[in-house]
Every structure is written in structure tokens, then in C-alpha cells.
Nanobody, 116 residues
């Protein structure tokens, strides 16, 4: 059974940091490219960051560059998103995505709220 379970979300003040984790099971994690998406209320889901299967390459949305870092540990079947200098506009549900060719797996999401 394929599972992606996100954790690490919560309420944080502007300027604060959070580290999201996504634990994968039920598929060969190491061969999948991994991505983090987010969806704010009333907005479309948007790509935040991605990392290739071998962790050789990463990419970021302009809004995340310089503040967020995506990483993965293939031995632990886990992908991370370190988020620093958080802003109120980062408030959203963050989703983990595993993609390989036409196969996509999604997690249920974790809420991140940035507010004073």
C-alpha cells in the first residue's frame, strides 16, 4: 500500500522556521523524483520545490528560493522541506508528491500557518 505521510506543520510566527517531513512507504522511493506543493485557501495548488531521485538536482519556485531547502534521505525513504524566514503568504496546506514517468503519489498534506 502506497503511503506518503507528511508531518512537521504547525503555527509559526513570521520570520520563524519549520521543517516538514514526508515519509514514504509501499513503493521504491529512491527511483522517484520528489516534490513539495502547497495550496492556500482559494488558490490553486502550486509547486514549491523538487528534488531528483538521486538528489543530484533541485528546483524551487521563485517564492521559495533562498528561504526553503528540499532534501531527501533515500535510506529513510523520507523527503524534507526546511522552511526559513517564513511569511504570512506561506500559509497553506503543504503536500508531498512522488512522481516517476506517469505515476504520481500524493500525501494528505500538512497545514502550515504563519501568523503573529
Amino acid at each position: 500500500q502506497v503511503q506518503l505521510v507528511e508531518s512537521g506543520g504547525g503555527l509559526v510566527q513570521p520570520g520563524g522556521s519549520l521543517r516538514l517531513s514526508c515519509a514514504a512507504s509501499g513503493f521504491t522511493f529512491s527511483v522517484y523524483n520528489m516534490k513539495w506543493y502547497r495550496q492556500a485557501p482559494g488558490k490553486e495548488r502550486e509547486l514549491v520545490a523538487g528534488i531528483t531521485s538521486g538528489a543530484g538536482s533541485t528546483n524551487y519556485a521563485d517564492s521559495a528560493k533562498g528561504r526553503f531547502t528540499i532534501s531527501r534521505d533515500n535510506a529513510k525513504n523520507t523527503v524534507y522541506l526546511q522552511m526559513n524566514s517564513l511569511k504570512p503568504e506561506d500559509t497553506a496546506v503543504y503536500y508531498c508528491n512522488a512522481v516517476r514517468w506517469s505515476t504520481n503519489h500524493w500525501g494528505q498534506g500538512t497545514q502550515v500557518t504563519v501568523s503573529s
